[in-house]
């Protein structure tokens, strides 16, 4: 095959986090770039980002400025626009829209941007015969996009499932070892720059999900399907259930799971159990991991820094050194038209086994009660611990479930919480055995 060996021209989009750490690694390791595209350059020629006077760090001497990022569909010295900007919509989907319309390659970390419009993204991709990419989007310097999309494409897919925030990691982590409420290792997080001032997107369970859905695409064949995840963060998660998961040899992770099921695709995202000892129940802190389950190849785990500019860095550079060599294929492995609509699995039919903690009166047949309820909806309780003797306080009880379907589990729960003897809504969370 010959190699085209014009440099790639490309013009980036937002020189926050990300974009800077972009303009550095490939001023950095130019060469070693240069080497791995077959000596094909990879020139950064124009940027954007919304003020002009900020002080960056990172090179920016020789590169034109676009004042609207817009513009740079229409530079003629441009193969690649670079989309670094973020969000779902406005400037960012603008940007790669006209990119696309005007014959650039695409190249973006956008997550959110991806998970609702990566259908409609990739088909103007196909009708303009230009490449959409996006490697960092989903667990950054983790290749979990080419993994599934190219080294894995032999096998029918039964499971994603993964920690894919750093920040939630990092909290549950710290909850757990130090024994500290949500709130105050929200703060630790923030203080060390794992969270943002307002950390909504990530602790209640959005941003895990904008990249379930761009895997769960990736790995079943279909449209990245935002609404159709169930998502649920780790706010109500006390250093208690921590302690007691513990106990029962498990760890609590935020968890996004896509599954196929005889009913449908399961999405969802939520705090769950994992099993101390599994891949997944070992990761902590900031780390990501992505576990896939091939019909071929068994299980697969990938592990690393998800988050940041040095890996997320990483996979844009890896994206641009494949447009540079020729290589890049369709953004969601199949044509458009051939990925299917999502047919979600009713929550009647998503099944796990359960943790539950209650905060009981300590007093007679108040067990008796609980166990009568989980019995009527046929819930089989796996283990249960009642804890300590306390006549004027509630006492926990912690149960766990063999597996039932949530409808059930959500019956039993919505009447247990109506006893007179149980304190405080029940907290339940699923148990994730890959
Ligand atoms: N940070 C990470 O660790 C990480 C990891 C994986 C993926 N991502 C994704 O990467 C993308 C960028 O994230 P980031 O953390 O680098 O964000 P960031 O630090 O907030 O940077 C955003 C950049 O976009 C520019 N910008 C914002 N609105 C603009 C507009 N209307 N016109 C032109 N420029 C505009 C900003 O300009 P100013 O600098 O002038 O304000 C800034 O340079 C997002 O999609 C994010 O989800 C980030």
Request: contains cysteine; glycine residues 8%.
């Amino acid at each position: 095959m010959r190699l085209d060996m014009t440099p790639l021209r490309i013009a980036v989009a937002g020189l926050g986090t990300v974009g800077s750490a972009t303009l550095r690694l490939l001023k950095q390791n130019a060469e070693l770039v240069a080497t791995r595209t077959g000596g094909r350059p990879v020139a950064v020629v124009a940027v954007s980002a919304r003020d002009r006077n900020k002080a960056r760090d990172c090179p920016l001497e020789g590169l034109a400025w676009v004042e609207d990022p817009r513009q740079m569909a229409l530079l003629p010295d441009v193969d690649v626009v670079v989309e670094l900007i973020g969000g779902a919509d406005g400037m960012a989907k603008d940007v790669c829209e006209a990119a696309l319309r005007h014959g650039k390659h695409v190249v973006t970390a956008n997550k959110a941007l991806l998970a609702r419009h990566g259908a409609a993204l990739a088909a103007e991709a196909e009708k303009q015969d230009r490449r959409l990419m996006f490697e960092a989007a989903a667990a950054a310097g983790i290749p979990i996009i080419k993994t599934l999309r190219e080294s894995l494409a032999g096998n029918r897919m039964r499971v994603v499932q993964g920690i894919l925030n750093g920040t939630c990691n990092y909290i549950l982590t710290r909850m757990g070892e130090a024994n500290l409420d949500f709130a105050v290792a929200l703060r630790e997080a923030q203080e060390r720059g794992y969270a943002e001032a307002d950390p909504a997107m990530d602790v209640d369970g959005y941003d895990t999900a904008h990249k379930l859905a761009v895997l769960a695409a990736l790995a079943f064949g279909t449209k990245p399907d935002f609404d159709s995840v169930t998502v649920e963060g780790i706010r109500r998660i006390t250093p208690v259930d921590l302690l007691y998961a513990a106990e029962l040899k498990f760890r609590i992770k935020l968890l996004g799971v896509a599954r196929l099921t005889d009913h449908g695709l399961e999405q969802r995202v939520g705090p769950c159990l994992v099993p101390v000892g599994t891949p997944l129940s070992k990761i902590d802190d900031v780390l990501n991991a992505v576990l896939v389950q091939g019909d071929a190849v068994g299980d697969v785990t990938l592990s690393g820094r998800g988050a940041g500019g040095g890996p997320t860095s990483s996979a844009v550079v890896a994206d641009l050194v494949d447009l540079a060599r020729g290589y890049a294929g369709l953004p969601f492995a199949v044509p458009v038209a051939s990925l299917s609509a999502t047919r979600t699995t009713p929550a009647d039919r998503r099944e796990s086994g359960w943790y539950i903690r209650l905060d009981v009166k300590d007093q007679p047949g108040v067990v008796a009660d609980i166990t009568a309820i989980l019995r009527d909806e046929a819930i089989s309780i796996e283990s249960l611990l009642q804890r300590g003797r306390s006549p004027m306080n509630a006492v926990p009880v912690i149960i766990t479930t063999h597996r039932v379907d949530e409808a059930a589990m959500r019956r039993a729960m919505e009447k247990i919480g109506k006893l007179e003897s149980v304190r405080d809504e029940p907290c339940w969370l699923r148990i994730e055995n890959a």
